[in-house]
């Protein structure tokens, strides 16, 4: 409800429950919003696809899971330092997000049968590393204004009006300065 308050007229988004695997899904003849589709009704799983949402630019948010290729379970050690590299970056973003609710975060090296000799401790570090730099650099502004709508919903006790406003307000007067 927060994120479609925040992002649904603004950028033609809804987040929405899906079944099985989550997926990006473009505005087409039969939908005027775009879809990001989380997993089984999780809550990571929804902030984890709202992360790759923040990151991915105007043409990629076009494209049906933004374009990007997604090797499943069962990956080789080649195969799963490609995803792994891929995914530092919206696993930070979904840290913070993750923070900003005041739960608990963890990293998905998610490949629970693969051949791949899997590090869980060394990619944590590397997505805090890059946590740390979106905390100095500022992160992506659809990610900071969730972030905040995020903290004023969860740690604030404001609404979910009063939380989505505040992102709302924060993403003009970002605009305003761009």
């Known amino acids: 409800m927060l994120f479609n308050h925040v992002f649904s007229s603004r950028y033609q988004t809804l987040l929405v429950r899906g079944d099985d695997e989550p997926i990006y899904l473009p505005a087409d003849d039969d939908h005027a919003h775009h879809r990001i589709v989380f997993a089984h009704g999780y809550f990571a799983s929804a902030l984890h696809e709202i992360s790759h949402w923040c990151i991915a630019g105007e043409r990629r ?7 990007y290729w997604y090797m499943p379970d069962r990956r080789d050690d080649s195969a799963q330092q490609a995803f792994e590299a891929a995914e530092i970056a919206p696993q930070a973003i ?9 739960r608990r975060f963890n990293v998905s090296v998610d490949n629970l049968e693969g051949s791949a000799d899997v590090d869980r401790d ?9 946590r740390q730099r979106y905390l ?26 009063q939380a989505g ?13 761009s």
Do not use: N
Not at 61 to 67: A, H, I, M, P, S
Not at 136 to 161: H, M
């Open 165 to 177: 406003q505040r992102a709302g307000d924060w993403l003009d007067q970002h605009e305003q300065a």
């Open 136 to 161: 100095s650099d500022g992160l992506p502004a659809r990610a900071e204004a969730f972030r905040q709508a995020l903290e004023g919903l969860f740690i604030e006790a404001q609404s979910p009006e």
């Open 94 to 102: 979904e840290k913070s997000l993750t923070l900003a609710c005041g």
């Open 61 to 67: 948010r076009l494209l049906e899971d933004y374009g």
């Open 122 to 130: 060394a990619f944590a570090v590397k997505v805090e590393a890059r």
